[in-house]
């Protein structure tokens, strides 16, 4: 029973009482000490009056007062009742403060004690004041007491008690409706039924007429009395006169929503929509109306889906629109049964129940253009419709991703087309342009997807859709993969650029940043759009220790690249270069594109005849990337430039450092060519000479092999070298015996080098040498210069015989010296007319000279060579004769070749050797060239 007395009406009305108890007792208006100024003025002390400062000061002064009073005291009965009163008080607040404490720590006894209490007062006053004015309320407070006490019995006797004895009290309908409560809840529902109805037929019911009334209802229910249940529920339900349920509070619409349940339940009993029907047109036939017709089907609907009677509650709701047809929530009841299909998980059913209601109440249909449309009912129908469309929108969609059939793919277009028809202000919030453009790409209807994807993306330039956003990246990639036409490809291409560069700026930390921008990189490039290349590759932030990054600025550099940007692409590659852990591959790769761009900066400068800048670049390759061949082409480059600047001993620099760092490269051959320019042109005979020297055994043209030694040679010996210079002479002589001037020319430079370091062996060897190759050429090769040649070097080795000649004296053995003598002139005369035979001047006069020197020297030789000691006088007259006639012979030679030396004077050649082959001839002859005239006659005679 503690439920009935814990009701403020109860509780309040009781408090009351007591207060109304104690004012009674009031009998005189006089002014004078009563027991209600207890409660107000307490002792006097020094003429002043002291409030108490507690109830517990009160408590005790009533309990005092009853102490001394006597039961014929008219006061006691009031002071009983009021002492009640404050301890079931102090009762109250110990049990608030029990339910305050968390830790329970409140001691029960005391709260018990005090209730105890007040019923022990409460008691004694009935008891010893049966009759007392006022005992309808002590016998409530004491009811109250019992029930917080938990003695439901003495609870129950208390009420019974007060309704049996006090049936006009003001506590009568409360304590009925209490008793009616309680054989309810003890399931005597007929006897409850009575007693609610008793409270409904009182005249003064103000405050349980409706609690009353809808209990009946219960009663009535729980024996089965539907209808007369249902009348109950709705009388209580007009009783109340409730707005539309929209317009309703919390409190109020809880309530609308228990008594429509009731009233649901009621019908779902009797068995469902049809005795619902029923019902409802009777009560028009009786001239009745239900403004709130519709919820009762709702609520009826309702218990049927709770009790999983789908089809049940679906058909409740039909029922309502075929009977009310021109009720306003006739869209509002086909939308309940959508809901309960697609709740209950009827796809199907959901997805038939909507097409038919989309065709009749879309937003844009005739129904809603009717005089007199429910405003609220058209709101509510135009925003459920939008989510259940995006539900069978959503529906058909996933059906399609498992069957792929056109039948699930055109339902899932189609509905999500009806969405963007009526509700496109909504299509971000819903995100309909994603699902839309997820439908279609999963179709490969992908410029339209991209279409949808863009409008969910993007306002403007600002993206608001971060993953739709991400798919017009995806999907503009994929279209400018698959197109053919090279303008498409543009297109999408401009358009993956554009998407890719908004995303990065706005999403710069995002985990998808780097890889839309490496692949939005790499196909800008491949089509050949290096500027946009580069301002993509820009946007990202600086992470070295990523893969991605680190193709993006490959890309970059390599853009810069292709449109001649070659200082931006070095700075680039030296940027990738500092990368940690750079593989190998991509290592060798950026270094030699790194030494391309520095290349290629030289390549311009030159172009622009800035030669200084164009060798600097060229040359500084080797600085960065020695191992590259394009180090190695640059500095060759720098190399020609120099050299064609004559920059020489800067070239010379370049091709030692060229020489240090590429020595088997394929220009080395060339490389040496140019330095032996250079040297050349710094005067750096030797060392041009070294050069030329190594160039003859590596150069492939025989003509530079035969040129470069021999001007090794004539270098060397420039500079007195003439160890080395015979080396290079010699290895020309042995290698290169064509054309033949310059054979014999090598061979001649032979003697004289040989000559100066006197190595007469060699000076021989050379010139014997010079002898033979002479005699097998032909005349078709010989040269003014060969002649000479061969001419000097005879006239040379004649010399030497003719010493070897003059040398040999005729003495004994004479017949031995005599044969030396004859052999060594013998080879000096064939000698000097080889030296004459070529009629060179130069030696022809000496030659012919010394051929009668040696004739005239024989003859007087022979003359005054030692006479054998063993004859007589007469002997040796006769061996004189025969000297004689054997040494004129030679002296007639003698004269005849001094006589062809004169021969030259016609050519006006009269030179040391001419003169003395004229002075010989005037001592030989003198007869003949004594004589002026006659000399000048005989030169006239040669003439």
Not at 239 to 267: M, T, V
Not at 311 to 330: C, G, I, M
Not at 532 to 547: F, G, N, P, Y
Not at 788 to 816: C, D, G, Q, Y
Request: charged fraction near 25%; include cysteine.
């Amino acid at each position: 029973m503690s439920n009935f007395f814990t009701n403020s009406v109860f509780r309040n009305a009781l408090i009351f009482a007591v207060i109304l108890l104690v004012t009674a007792c009031q009998s005189s208006p006089v002014k004078r000490a009563t027991l209600a100024d207890i409660d107000t003025t307490g002792i006097i002390k020094s003429g002043k009056s002291v409030i108490p400062k507690s109830s517990d000061d009160i408590r005790k002064a009533y309990a005092n007062y009853l102490k001394h009073a006597s039961k014929q005291d008219d006061s006691r009965v009031v002071a009983l009742n009021r002492l009640a009163e404050l301890e079931f008080e102090l009762s109250e607040q110990l049990l608030n403060k029990k339910k305050g404490d968390t830790f329970e720590s409140l001691d029960d006894q005391l709260y018990n004690a005090k209730l105890d209490r007040t019923i022990d007062l409460l008691r004694t006053s009935l008891q010893d004041y049966p009759n007392a004015k006022n005992n309808d309320r002590t016998l409530y407070q004491l009811a109250k007491a019992y029930d917080q006490r938990g003695f439901n019995q003495e609870t129950h006797s208390t009420i019974e008690q007060l309704v049996k004895q006090f049936p006009k009290s003001k506590y009568y309908i409360e304590s009925q409706f209490r008793l009616a409560e309680d054989a309810f809840s003890s399931r005597q529902y007929t006897l409850a039924e009575d007693k609610y109805t008793e409270i409904i037929g009182s005249k003064k019911n103000n405050v349980f007429y409706e609690k009353a009334l809808y209990k009946r209802g219960w009663s009535r229910f729980k024996q089965e009395y539907y209808l007369e249940a249902v009348d109950d529920f709705l009388q209580v339900v007009n009783y109340n006169q409730f707005d539309q349920y929209s317009k309703l509070d919390k409190n109020a619409q809880n309530l609308f929503n228990e008594y429509f349940r009731a009233i649901g339940l009621s019908f779902a009993y009797l068995g469902g929509a049809e005795p619902l029907n029923e019902y409802f047109e009777q009560l028009a036939r009786d001239g009745q109306s239900f403004r709130h017709l519709y919820y009762t089907y709702v609520h009826v609907s309702d218990i049927f889906v709770k009790q999983g009677r789908y089809n049940d509650a679906v058909n409740t709701l039909k029922y309502f629109t075929q009977y009310n047809p021109s009720s306003s929530r006739v869209p509002e009841a086909l939308l309940k049964a959508i809901s309960i299909w697609k709740t209950s998980g009827f796809g199907s059913k959901m997805s038939s129940a909507l097409e038919s209601f989309y065709a009749q109440y879309h937003p844009a249909s005739q129904y809603w253009r009717k005089d007199g449309t429910d405003l609220e009912v058209a709101k509510l129908v135009k925003d459920t419709l939008r989510t259940y469309i995006l539900t069978v929108a959503a529906n058909y969609h996933k059906q399609f991703q498992l069957t792929k059939s056109n039948g699930d793919f055109n339902n899932a277009r189609r509905w999500y087309s009806n969405y963007l028809q009526h509700y496109s202000s909504y299509s971000h919030k819903d995100n309909i342009h994603y699902l839309f453009g997820t439908l279609l790409s999963e179709n490969k209807n992908y410029p339209e997807a991209l279409k949808h994807f863009e409008l969910s993306a993007y306002d403007s330039d600002i993206i608001i859709n971060k993953d739709a956003a991400y798919e017009t990246i995806t999907l503009a990639s994929q279209l400018s993969q698959l197109s053919q036409n090279k303008q498409s490809v543009s297109t999408w291409l401009n358009k993956l650029i554009h998407f890719s560069t908004l995303y990065s700026q706005q999403y710069p930390g995002d985990k998808r940043t780097l890889k839309v921008i490496a692949h939005a990189s790499e196909l800008a490039y491949e089509n050949e759009m290096y500027d946009k290349t580069i301002v993509l590759s820009e946007l990202i932030e600086h992470d070295s220790e990523s893969d991605l990054f680190l193709d993006i600025n490959t890309i970059k550099a390599h853009s810069y690249f292709k449109i001649g940007q070659y200082p931006a692409a070095e700075n680039t590659y030296l940027d990738i270069l500092k990368t940690s852990d750079l593989k190998p591959k991509a290592k060798a790769s950026s270094l030699e594109a790194l030494a391309l761009s520095i290349y290629y900066q030289g390549k311009n400068a030159n172009e622009k005849n800035n030669y200084a800048e164009a060798i600097q670049h060229y040359a500084r390759i080797v600085e960065l990337v020695p191992q590259s061949e394009t180090a190695a082409t640059g500095l060759y480059d720098a190399i020609a430039l120099a050299i064609k600047n004559e920059l020489w001993t800067e070239s010379i620099s370049y091709i030692q450092q060229f020489r240090k760092l590429y020595p088997k490269h394929k220009h080395s051959v060339d490389i040496a060519k140019k330095l032996s320019v250079a040297y050349l042109n710094t005067k750096q005979s030797i060392a041009a000479a070294k050069e030329l020297e190594k160039l003859s055994t590596r150069e492939k043209s025989k003509e530079y092999q035969m040129a470069a030694l021999f001007k090794a040679g004539e270098l060397y010996q420039s500079k007195q070298d003439y160890q080395s210079a015979i080396r290079s002479y010699e290895k020309y002589a042995k290698t290169f015996t064509r054309p033949f001037p310059r054979y014999m020319e090598s061979m001649y430079k032979l003697v004289e080098l040989n000559s100066l370091r006197k190595n007469t062996k060699q000076v021989d060897r050379w010139r014997n040498k010079i002898m033979r190759v002479d005699k097998k050429a032909r005349s078709s090769q010989k040269t003014d210069r060969t002649k000479l040649i061969a001419s000097t070097t005879a006239l040379e080795l004649a010399r030497k015989n003719n010493a070897l000649f003059e040398k040999t004296r005729l003495v004994h053995p004479l017949k031995k010296n005599l044969k030396r003598k004859k052999r060594a002139m013998q080879r000096a005369v064939n000698l000097y007319a080889r030296a004459s035979a070529d009629g060179i001047a130069e030696t022809a006069t000496e030659a012919t000279h010394a051929i009668a020197e040696i004739y005239y020297n024989f003859s007087r030789a022979l003359l005054e060579s030692e006479r054998p000691k063993n004859l007589n006088k007469d002997e040796l007259e006769q061996y004189q004769i025969l000297l004689e006639d054997q040494a004129f012979p030679f002296e007639e030679k003698a004269i005849e070749f001094y006589e062809v030396n004169l021969v030259h004077v016609k050519d006006d050649i009269y030179d040391q050797w001419v003169s003395e082959s004229y002075s010989q001839l005037k001592k030989l002859f003198p007869v003949r060239y004594q004589r002026k005239p006659k000399l000048e006659g005989f030169i006239n005679v040669l003439h």
